[in-house]
């Protein structure tokens, strides 16, 4: 797989990082640790040479499986581990934000026991905890990175006020940001506030976390939460983003010979030649695709095509936010 410099720091990474949130099972169904020990080791032989997880991806799970995989396998030197902090869960799991300077020193603990690594490279303020100052987050952070800790500072699902507020005390290396080819609402602000700063954008849901392929026009598995929590699994939407689905997988096929997993992974870099996108896989053939990504491109007419497909298909686009944004300690339900 190619590779890029993370701008902003002295790492470089494969083209695409692998994700771990449906590894932890949590919202997406369970998941089988075996399986998911061996779809890391196959990203491992497809090139992958970075993996982003985070704490409460199955409450500890993912990342102790992203820990025991990689202890196997030997090659902690050679691979970027990308982890987030600042959630919390009450006893019956219930996730909530929590940026307080105690909770992301303890997950710090957890995160480096779990992973079986005395560092991290790239850890993320998982979402902005309005219910504690900017400061004790930014400072525990900066903390975390003065000890050697942590490699690089994260931020993810941040506004450019946020990140400002946030680098009046420590400087954001890395932002990480929902973007695929149904989820563009950061070519708005956020991807004209960094063009001019030297920091890595990690974006997330490759694949709109399934959606785009084309067993979402039949056969994906929606009774998990990060689907039947999605306005665009459910109508009216659902039927206009199938539509675009059909129309995405006759232009991939007429134009490439490809399939629409092929095009969402493909228009990700050729978009964003700096961009690092983060695609989870499940099962070790969903990785097999891998391979088939390096031997087309898509030019100035494709990207047009494409945005002309979306624009005629989906009337009411909607984002990740409505149902993925996790809510403040007093605004759960007791
Ligand atoms: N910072 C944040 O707030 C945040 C939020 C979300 C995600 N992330 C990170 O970004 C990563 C990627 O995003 P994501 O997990 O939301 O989902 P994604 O990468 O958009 O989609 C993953 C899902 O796509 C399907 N898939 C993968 N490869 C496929 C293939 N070759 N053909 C057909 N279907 C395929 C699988 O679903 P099925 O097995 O069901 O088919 C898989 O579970 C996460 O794992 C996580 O590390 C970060």
Same mark, same amino acid.
């Given at each position: 797989?190619? $590779?890029i410099?993370? =701008?902003?720091?002295?790492?470089r990474s $494969?083209r695409?990082a692998?994700?771990?949130w449906p590894i932890?099972?949590?919202?997406w169904?369970?998941s089988?640790?075996?399986?998911s %020990?061996?779809?890391?080791?196959?990203a491992?032989?497809?090139g992958f040479?970075?993996?982003?997880? *985070?704490?409460?991806?199955?409450?500890?799970?993912a990342?102790e499986?992203?820990g025991?995989? @990689?202890?196997?396998?030997?090659l902690?030197?050679k691979i970027?581990? $990308?982890?987030k902090?600042?959630?919390?869960?009450?006893?019956?799991?219930?996730l909530?934000r929590?940026?307080?300077?105690k909770r %992301?020193l303890?997950? *710090?603990e957890?995160?480096?026991?779990?992973l079986?690594?005395d560092?991290?490279?790239?850890?993320?303020v998982?979402?902005?905890?309005p219910?504690?100052?900017?400061?004790?987050?930014?400072?525990a952070?900066q903390?975390?990175?003065?000890?050697g800790k942590?490699?690089?500072?994260? @931020?993810s699902?941040?506004?450019?006020?946020?990140i400002?507020e946030?680098?009046? %005390?420590c400087r954001?290396d890395?932002i990480? =940001? =929902?973007y695929? /080819?149904f989820?563009?609402?950061i070519?708005?602000?956020?991807? &004209?506030?960094? !063009?001019?700063?030297?920091?890595?954008v990690?974006?997330? $849901?490759?694949?709109?976390?399934?959606m785009?392929?084309t067993s979402?026009l039949d056969?994906k598995?929606q009774?998990?939460? @990060? #689907?039947?929590?999605?306005? +665009?699994w459910? !109508?009216p939407r /659902?039927t206009?983003?199938?539509s675009a689905l059909?129309?995405l997988?006759?232009?991939a096929?007429?134009?490439?010979g +490809?399939?629409?997993v092929?095009l *969402?992974? #493909?228009?990700?870099?050729?978009?964003?030649?700096?961009?690092l996108?983060?695609?989870?896989a499940?099962? &070790? !053939?969903?990785l097999?695709?891998?391979t088939?990504?390096?031997?087309?491109?898509?030019?100035?007419?494709?990207? +047009?095509?494409i945005?002309r497909?979306l624009?005629?298909?989906i009337?009411?686009?909607i984002?990740?936010?409505s149902?993925m944004a996790?809510?403040?300690r007093?605004? /759960?339900e007791?």
């Open positions: 797989m190619d $590779s410099d993370l =701008p902003g720091t002295d790492m $494969s695409f692998l994700g771990t932890g099972g949590a919202m169904g369970g089988d640790e075996k399986e %020990i061996c779809t890391i080791h196959k491992l032989e497809c040479t970075c993996i982003d997880t *985070a704490d409460d991806y199955g409450f500890g799970k990342e499986t992203v025991k995989a @990689v202890k196997q396998a030997g902690r030197d970027l581990l $990308s982890d902090c600042a959630l919390n869960w009450t006893s019956d799991q219930q909530y929590d940026g307080s300077r %992301i303890e997950e *710090a957890n995160a480096l026991r779990h079986q690594t560092y991290i490279d790239l850890y993320h998982h979402w902005p905890d219910s504690t100052p900017m400061q004790e987050t930014a400072q952070m903390e975390l990175r003065d000890s942590i490699r690089a500072v994260g @931020v699902n941040f506004t450019p006020d946020q400002n946030f680098e009046q %005390i954001a890395v990480q =940001p =929902p695929n /080819l989820e563009r609402g070519e708005e602000e956020l991807i &004209p506030f960094l !063009e001019d700063r030297d920091v890595t990690m974006t997330f $849901s490759a694949l709109c976390r399934g785009l392929s979402s056969d598995q009774d998990i939460f @990060v #689907r039947s929590a999605d306005p +665009k459910q !109508e /659902l206009q983003y199938r059909h129309m997988e006759d232009f096929r007429d134009n490439y +490809k399939h629409v092929h *969402a992974l #493909r228009w990700l870099i050729d978009r964003e030649e700096t961009h996108p983060i695609w989870a499940r099962h &070790p !053939e969903q097999d695709v891998v088939e990504l390096w031997n087309f491109s898509l030019d100035d007419a494709a990207m +047009k095509e945005d497909i624009l005629d298909t009337k009411d686009p984002g990740p936010e149902f996790p809510p403040l007093n605004e /759960l007791q």
